[in-house]
T-cell receptor
Framework: NAGVMQNPRHLVRRRGQEARLRCSPMKGHSHVYWYRQLPEEGLKFMVYLQKENIIDESGMPKERFSAEFPKEGPSILRIQQVVRGDSAAYFC?????????????FGPGTRLTVL | DAKTTQPTSMDCAEGRAANLPCNHSTISGNEYVYWYRQIHSQGPQYIIHGLKNNETNEMASLIITEDRKSSTLILPHATLRDTAVYYCIVRVAANNNDMRFGAGTRLTVKP
């Protein structure tokens, strides 16, 4: 059973370009979460999605950031008109269903560098 | 903000037990204590979680005080590969919304 997959692992963009980060959850998992980690800091929650629905986006910046988890295919975190402050590691996690043992399984992350 | 307090860093000798403390004095009755770790540049890895009873798995043991205001993660025989940042998180298990990561404890296992 493959783990959570993220691609690309490294992404370089110039200011003003768009960044698209992809996350494929573990097989059978219908819940996806995105976190951002700035250098030397802990992970910060961004958004929680189920298939075709955004459940909680309280951690998402109000502008330029969007996320989706379509019925088919991976979850996408999209950052429009990137700025240098968007440089960070972006981690995706997935979990199966609600319940007592619902630990989140994390992917390897995408490291975004904005030049 | 994270609901937990952890020491910034700790050292441990290889082969010895590593005891990582966590204070969560405002924990609610339905909140679990979760531990994750993040080895350099990798995604966080789940270690263990518990509600009020002590828990043990193949990776670690979790000791939760009777009043549940603090807990200790124990790595019984630390190896160099256990060097990582360890995060203690409290959350309601039934809520999948998010986990609040604090700064964690940077554990360095030394030969």
């Amino acid at each position: 059973n493959a783990g959570v997959m993220q691609n690309p692992r490294h992404l370089v963009r110039r200011r003003g370009q768009e960044a698209r980060l992809r996350c494929s959850p573990m097989k059978g998992h219908s819940h996806v979460y995105w976190y951002r980690q700035l250098p030397e800091e802990g992970l910060k929650f961004m958004v929680y999605l189920q298939k075709e629905n955004i459940i909680d986006e309280s951690g998402m910046p109000k502008e330029r950031f969007s996320a989706e988890f379509p019925k088919e295919g991976p979850s996408i975190l999209r950052i429009q008109q990137v700025v240098r402050g968007d440089s960070a590691a972006y981690f995706c996690a997935s979990s199966p269903t609600r319940g007592q043992k619902n630990e989140q399984f994390f992917g390897p992350g995408t490291r975004l560098t904005v030049l | 903000d994270a609901k937990t307090t952890q020491p910034t860093s700790m050292d441990c000798a290889e082969g010895r037990a590593a005891n990582l403390p966590c204070n969560h004095s405002t924990i609610s009755g339905n909140e679990y204590v979760y531990w994750y770790r993040q080895i350099h540049s990798q995604g966080p890895q789940y270690i263990i979680h518990g509600l009020k009873n002590n828990e043990t798995n193949e990776m670690a043991s979790l000791i939760i005080t009777e009043d549940r205001k603090s807990s200790t993660l124990i790595l019984p025989h630390a190896t160099l590969r256990d060097t990582a940042v360890y995060y203690c998180i409290v959350r309601v298990a039934a809520n999948n919304n998010d986990m609040r990561f604090g700064a964690g404890t940077r554990l360095t296992v030394k030969p």
